[in-house]
């Protein structure tokens, strides 16, 4: 599966747009992009994918650019509660491994 | 349904000692992994079961380690003896083929070995 890259922390405002970049400039045709989320002493939850269109569910919104090499995810209205660790995976669609990076921190601040 | 059910919730125990982690995946889910998360290491997949079989042990880290999956409802995650470098949270995951693979995750089990 390709490797992908996301900053290490990102602050945003209650209320205001979150967008959590993720670089992933050696993914191939038939890769998918997953994001998860990870509140503190939680399992991972599942957010959102997309394979090259962008997509948009009621948790989020994800942004593939044309090329594919990096996408975004957004939370529209950020709140307190989506105060996580965000992941930004890259896997095949017949690849049931699913292989965790470091994640971006994100913090909202009231 | 419930989610993925995990227990126990916390376990404490003494270097040298078995310790038997257990998980319920959700009903119908045919695919079942076991996840270590440390600080150092972030989180690892130990192994994946199949419709009950295992798939890929390549992360379990060592002989110490054994998972098994006697039916489609139950899963353990069994390490004997246990040593203080196990002590981390283990995650029990579920998904179905067919659903985009969104794997649905556990509430896990902070493992402390002493």
């Known amino acids: 599966d390709a490797k992908t890259t996301q900053p290490t922390s990102m602050d945003c405002a209650e209320g205001r747009a979150a967008n959590l970049p993720c670089n992933h400039s050696t993914i191939s045709g038939n890769e998918y992009v997953y994001w998860y989320r990870q509140i503190h002493s939680q399992g991972p939850q599942y957010i959102i994918h997309?394979?090259?269109n962008n997509e948009t569910n009621e948790m989020a919104s994800l942004i593939i650019t044309e090329d594919r090499k990096s996408s975004t995810l957004i939370l529209p209205h950020a709140t307190l509660r989506d105060t996580a660790v965000y992941y930004c995976i890259v896997r095949l669609g017949s690849n049931y491994k699913l292989t965790f990076g470091k994640g971006t921190l994100l913090t909202v601040n009231p | 349904d419930a989610g993925v059910i995990q227990s126990p919730r916390h376990e404490v125990t003494e270097m040298g000692q078995e310790v038997t982690l257990r998980c319920k995946p959700i009903s119908g889910h045919d695919y079942l992994f076991w996840y270590r998360q440390t600080m150092m290491r972030g989180l690892e997949l130990l192994i994946y079961?199949?419709?009950?079989?295992?798939?890929?042990d390549s992360g379990m880290p060592e002989d110490r380690f054994s998972a098994k999956m006697p039916n489609a409802s139950f899963s353990t995650l069994k390490i004997q003896p246990s040593e203080p470098r196990d002590s981390a949270v283990y995650f029990c995951a579920s998904t179905q083929r067919g659903t985009n693979e969104k794997l649905f995750f556990g509430s896990g089990t902070q493992l402390s070995v002493l």
């Open positions: 079961f199949n419709n009950n079989v295992p798939i890929d």
């Open positions: 997309g394979l090259k």
